[in-house]
């Protein structure tokens, strides 16, 4: 259903060739996160990049697991009880735009609550929460240098 006809267009990559890595953030609460749960989150979060963009942006995705203490977590103005993750994906704009990758940002969001759904269970469907973040060209940088250099 997903997947790049043409995986060679796929040209996010590391700081070192001018782009920037596909970066996942995830805040979750802090108690679902056992030890167990973070390598499956990890690997399921990676493969959904995978099955949109094929098997070149495996080793470029950067996952970061950020648990907050369900107490500091509040919806409806009190602390939450449900588990509702909210996950951030930051790649470069362009990467959003490719072509063979037909409304890549629709399938991103898919592929990612499936993931999500795949560790916790189908009951936190509804409230996985997904953004798709594209990072025009000349908006970041690494080391104090804009990435992509201008020009490029």
Do not use: C
Not at 80 to 95: C, F, Y
Not at 125 to 135: I, L
């Amino acid at each position: 259903m997903f997947g790049l006809q043409n995986k060679s267009v796929f040209m996010v990559a590391n700081h070192l060739n001018g782009a920037v890595m596909p970066h996942f953030e995830v805040r979750i609460h802090e108690e679902e996160l056992d030890g167990k749960v973070e390598p499956k989150l990890v690997l399921a979060l990676t493969e959904a990049l995978v099955k949109v963009y094929g098997e070149r942006a495996r080793s470029m995705a950067v996952v970061e697991l950020f648990g907050i203490p369900r107490h500091r977590w509040g919806i409806g103005g009190v602390p939450a009880e449900v588990n509702a993750p909210i996950v951030s994906l930051n790649v470069r704009e362009v990467a959003l735009n490719l072509p063979g990758i037909g409304n890549a940002p629709t399938q991103l969001i898919t592929s990612i609550t499936d993931a999500v759904v795949e560790v916790f269970g189908e009951s936190v469907r509804q409230h996985v929460t997904v953004y798709v973040v594209g990072v025009p060209a000349g908006r970041s940088g690494v080391g104090g240098e804009v990435d992509p250099p201008p020009g490029n």
